[in-house]
């Protein structure tokens, strides 16, 4: 919670080594959250330079896009991320809510089922499944109840 101090230590990292991916995506995190959200993209675009295929980053920069209601960017980057790590519940999890959120239902549909297909055992996975089930039930009439599990 001492976002300022953070802030020091990673701009330090990033004058010492700007090369260093994790340090432009923690900065970015921190800045974001102090409400610098336009200094934080350049931190998550500059280490996607060095590093393209980095999922944190990814992520985290098509959270922000979804933010800004840029949907189809948001779309693309988390396309590129699933395309790298196909059981990234998260990435997938949000493109069907980015999907949703700019009304292709058919497209959050075809996210949701790809969780539902996966076998989840940690705790995280399991909630999104859960929560995958609850969204196409709520959306997709075709789907059984999401306490129905069979």
């Given at each position: ?97 980015t999907a949703n959120f700019a009304g292709n239902m058919e497209s959050a549909h075809r996210w949701w ?31 059984p109840s999401p306490d129905n599990r069979g």
């Amino acid at each position: 919670e001492q976002y300022q101090k953070a802030v020091k230590y990673y701009r330090l990292c990033h004058q010492l080594n700007p090369y260093h991916v994790r340090c432009h995506n923690d900065l970015a995190l921190v800045l974001n959250e102090l409400g610098h959200p336009d200094e934080a993209f350049k931190h998550f675009e500059e280490g996607l330079k060095y590093s393209p295929s980095h999922e944190n980053l990814l992520l985290n920069l098509a959270r922000m896009y979804v933010n800004r209601r840029q949907y189809d960017v948001a779309l693309n980057l988390l396309e590129r991320l699933i395309a790298l790590s196909p059981k990234s519940v998260e990435a997938l999890w949000m493109a069907g809510e980015t999907a949703n959120f700019a009304g292709n239902m058919e497209s959050a549909h075809r996210w949701w089922k790809r969780i539902l297909d996966l076998d989840l055992e940690d705790a995280v996975g399991q909630r999104l499944s859960d929560e995958a089930r609850r969204a196409l039930f709520r959306t997709d009439t075709s789907m059984p109840s999401p306490d129905n599990r069979g």
